[in-house]
């Protein structure tokens, strides 16, 4: 399916949007980012063939605007290369038109019309095949996706993605996270290793995703539609993320780099691991490195689940403790008063309430984590924290 793009803003519109603060900063950093010596391998040369990909449809409008916009206006300063897949009706292609005019510009597509039958006449589940075909919207190598309630707290570096030219998954592995194993498991015929609704965005190659749909057709003779309509059958009995993240696991391992979570250090092996669709004790304590038991820092929460809609106004603390750790101690210090600057931003840590942060590695994972924003990133993320201040407090003197 061919990338549908609305028809561009008047040539004076273009220019009064491109004159705004936060697109200035993206345009800036996106200058200095490719004048710098590329390396093959090297994070910033991989940011070239990425992209997030985010599916919904018009009524998720109010996340869309309140939780992911503004938390990618103050900590996404990389390139923005956004998609926005939706469905193909006369609202979703309202509201497309509506979006691709204001930041962060995305990219459009209408969805193919699956059966319902499918996907169970169900919109989530909906989205969730939608995934597995992303190649159809989506034409870079590696894909991140995202939700709308996905809030970004800390100024994005490709760091935080990408080692080199692995992507970084995080999998959580311990206790069992409702049925998702059992569709793993439908589908790859192989347990589950690792859940992996544990961070955003979730990086793929897009190539892999491929050829793991075809993995499962093969498998079952059948069109990996009809497999998706068996193992999706019920509630809360699989994870596109758990899926995917698996199959990279068994099948190319060596191409990502993992880092696994597990839910509490107080659970004795026996407890956790020993689990149905689980792999057995033996296979973690052969399989699982020191590297991969450290912890990394995320670069957002999966916001509704981890606070909910009913505390909106905490969404402007998760943006103040990030950006006052990006910048904000040294350019708008009356701002960041309040947060302690050698506190642990536990957020960093967290993802829909299972929490790392029990590991006494995490300071100085964070404490890496912002060294390389003040060594690396530093003029790129000031624009953006910036405004943030002056948004908090009106236009700074000072600066």
């Known amino acids: 399916m061919a990338l549908r793009r609305n028809v561009p803003l008047p040539v004076v519109a273009l220019t009064l949007l491109f004159v705004s603060s936060c697109y200035l900063a993206h345009v800036m950093f996106t200058v200095a980012l490719w004048t710098q010596t590329s390396n093959p391998n090297s994070t910033v040369d991989i940011l070239k063939d990425f992209g997030l990909y985010l599916r919904m449809y018009h009524g998720k409008r109010e996340e869309y605007f309140t939780m992911l916009v503004p938390s990618m206006k103050y900590f996404w300063f990389l390139p923005v290369n956004l998609t926005v897949v939706l469905d193909d009706t006369p609202e979703d ?107 955003f965005p979730v990086v793929m190659k897009v190539e892999h995703i491929i050829e793991l749909r075809q993995y499962v057709a093969k498998l079952h003779q059948t069109d990996f539609v009809n497999v998706f309509q068996n193992f999706s059958s019920g509630w809360h009995v699989f994870s596109q993320f758990g899926i995917m993240c698996n199959y990279v696991w068994y099948y190319h391992r060596d191409e990502y780099q993992f880092h696994a979570q597990i839910r509490s250090p107080k659970e004795p ?26 912890p990394v820092p995320r670069s957002s929460v999966h916001f509704r689940w981890d606070v909910g809609y009913r505390v909106p106004h905490t969404i402007e603390r998760y943006f103040k403790t990030g950006a006052c750790f990006s910048g904000g101690f040294q350019w708008c210090p009356q701002q960041c008063k309040t947060v302690h600057p050698s506190s642990l931003h536990r957020e960093l840590f967290r993802f829909e309430i299972p929490d790392w942060s029990w590991n006494r590695h995490c300071i100085d994972v964070q404490r890496q984590h912002y060294m390389n924003i003040r060594a690396n990133y530093s003029e790129a993320v000031k624009p953006q924290i910036l405004q943030w201040c002056r948004d908090v407090e009106g236009t700074l003197s000072h600066v």
């Open 269 to 294: 092996w026996n407890n956790v691991l020993n689990a149905p669709g689980r792999q057995p004790v033996e296979y973690y304590q052969a399989h699982l490195t020191r590297e991969m038991l450290h």
């Open 93 to 199: 292609r309202k509201f497309g038109e509506e979006i691709s005019a204001k930041f962060p510009f995305p990219t459009i597509c209408y969805d193919r019309k699956f059966d319902p039958k499918f996907y169970h006449n169900d919109g989530y589940k909906l989205q969730q095949l939608s995934m597995f075909y992303v190649e159809e919207c989506f034409n870079k190598k590696y894909v991140g996706f995202v939700d709308t309630d996905t809030l970004f707290i800390t100024s994005t570096t490709p760091e935080l993605m990408f080692n080199g030219s692995k992507p970084i998954i995080i999998g959580r592995y311990g206790k069992t996270r409702y049925g998702w194993w059992k569709g793993t498991q439908k589908a790859l015929g192989k347990k589950e290793v690792f859940t992996c609704m544990t961070y």
